[in-house]
């Protein structure tokens, strides 16, 4: 028999479900009272009471049977474990950074990092700082500035790579910084007292891939390589926010020229080498519940970044994580560079992305790695920006449909340091999947309950915060809707 193998458009799933955790339902007239004793903050709503929780991929996902088998082998000594030992060689062979402190999650491994670098009015550029990444640099006094390039901020503009950061504006910035420092023109100012200055404005350049706060956009191996050639002309140190490497690796394979014939781990190493350092949330593209780590070449620096590390989280051959998390995440960065799993993954957002565009939602275009964000500026333009009208669409979601997502918008980043509100660049709603959860019978429904919203959307208002934290206010502030 000489039959031909299927050539099929159906996601199909890259693994079995031997476990399972029940969903519980609920009416809508339920979802309005909990939704109401929430502070009408999605926040903090109970998981129990969520039918679809999209509020984050991290940390949400499933693990593996390896990495289940990994934990239970885990090795739990405070100090030289052997479980740090295969943990530190995991992220030393796709990163190739000399230095590995872990920690409890990404923010502990900024809150280190700029801890020691940042002071007050230092310039932290980056193609968008997401919100304790821009936090950690406001509670320092530093100054959080986004270069993102222009179609970064076009939702529906088609680009390859709407994450990079805008290479120009980032020179610009750093000669007009020594400008100001010096009084002198940049191009009477040597060499190497242009890099001592400097730093001495912007002890950082940072990138994050993918660009979470726009869209889960990738960022092109062209421009790594130029930030990290204007990092080096000016010897300013550049780190990575790498919490989702392997999808912005897949998408590098995918769009540009000269990839298409290298694995996704490859691709990591070579984007990983052109940076000085990192900062991971492993709760991403670690593919773990917990943990994460500062990775850097810098021998003086990761010595202070250990000393504050036994202040701020634990001894070094720990960092805030359990030997078991520290096996699941050496296990976890492998199976997230699976050509395989990335395939999937990022299809399956493809499809849900689709579904939206053909019934008229807006998104951003093209769709991201770990998520689809939806324009909720252009669904309600009814609602002013600083009635938060992203906020508005991510209630009615779970009000529709049981549908928790987050909102990223005016509430997330129009406070200001100062004080004052602004809105903010965009109004979004983000519906970040976890990984390995959700079969495509839920993406059905999940599209259902967008779609059936979309069509209701005139009937939505805004809202106005009652009471809110200075610092991350989107995380426990109370609202309540403008009616």
Not at 201 to 217: A, D, E
Not at 261 to 274: H, Q, V
Not at 292 to 309: F, H, P, Q, V
Not at 412 to 428: I, N, S
Request: aromatic content about 8%; some cysteine.
């Amino acid at each position: 028999m000489k039959l031909k193998s299927i050539n099929s458009n159906v996601i199909i799933e890259p693994f079995r479900i031997r476990s399972v955790e029940p969903i519980r339902f609920t009416t809508i007239r339920e979802r309005q009272k909990l939704l109401e004793k929430a502070s009408w903050n999605p926040f903090l709503l109970k998981a129990t009471d969520v039918l679809i929780d999209l509020l984050t991929d991290s940390g949400t996902g499933a693990m593996s049977s390896r990495q289940w088998a990994a934990m239970i082998e885990s090795d739990e000594s405070y100090a030289g474990s052997s479980s740090f030992y295969r943990f530190e060689t995991a992220v030393r062979d796709i990163t190739g950074f000399k230095h590995v402190i872990p920690t409890h999650q990404g923010r502990a491994a900024e809150n280190i990092l700029f801890s020691l670098l940042v002071r007050k009015g230092d310039v932290i550029p980056n193609n968008t700082h997401f919100d304790t990444t821009r936090a950690h640099v406001e509670h320092r006094s530093g100054q959080a500035l986004d270069l993102i390039i222009k179609e970064g901020l076009e939702p529906l503009t088609i680009h390859p790579f709407k994450g990079n950061m805008d290479t120009v504006r980032l020179e610009e910035t750093i000669r007009e910084t020594l400008g100001e420092t010096t009084g002198e023109s940049t191009d009477e100012i040597s060499s190497e007292s242009q890099s001592e200055r400097a730093r001495k404005r912007i002890p950082v350049i940072m990138l994050t891939v993918t660009n979470n706060s726009g869209g889960g956009q990738p960022v092109s191996m062209a421009n790594v390589r130029e930030v990290s050639r204007i990092a080096r002309k000016y010897g300013i140190p550049f780190f990575i926010d790498a919490c989702r490497f392997a999808e912005n690796s897949w998408f590098i394979k995918m769009r540009e020229d000269g990839y298409q014939d290298k694995t996704p781990i490859d691709i990591a190493r070579e984007l990983f080498s052109y940076a000085d350092g990192c900062t991971m949330s492993a709760k991403k593209d670690g593919m773990s519940n917990i943990g994460g780590y500062l990775a850097l070449n810098d021998d003086d620096l990761a010595r202070e970044c250990r000393s504050l590390s036994i202040l701020t989280e634990g001894f070094p051959t720990y960092g805030g994580m359990a030997g078991y998390d520290m096996e699941a995440v050496a296990a976890g960065l492998y199976e997230a560079l699976d050509e395989g799993y990335l395939r999937y993954r990022i299809r399956s957002t493809e499809y849900l992305g689709e579904k939206l565009v053909d019934a008229g939602v807006s998104i951003i275009q093209p769709t991201g790695g770990h998520a689809v964000y939806i324009d909720a500026r252009h669904m309600l333009p009814h609602i002013p920006p600083l009635q938060y009208p992203a906020w508005s669409l991510t209630n009615a979601l779970y009000l529709t449909g049981g549908v928790r997502a987050v909102e990223i918008g005016s509430v997330m980043f129009g406070l200001q340091p100062d004080g004052t509100e602004k809105p903010a660049p965009m109004e979004l709603v983000r519906l970040a999947i976890p990984r390995r959860v959700y079969t495509q019978s839920h993406i059905d429904y999940l599209a259902d309950v967008v779609i059936h919203t979309y069509e209701q959307r005139e009937k939505l208002d805004g809202y106005r915060i009652v009471a809110a934290p200075k610092v991350l206010r989107h995380f426990s502030a109370r609202l309540e809707p403008l009616e």
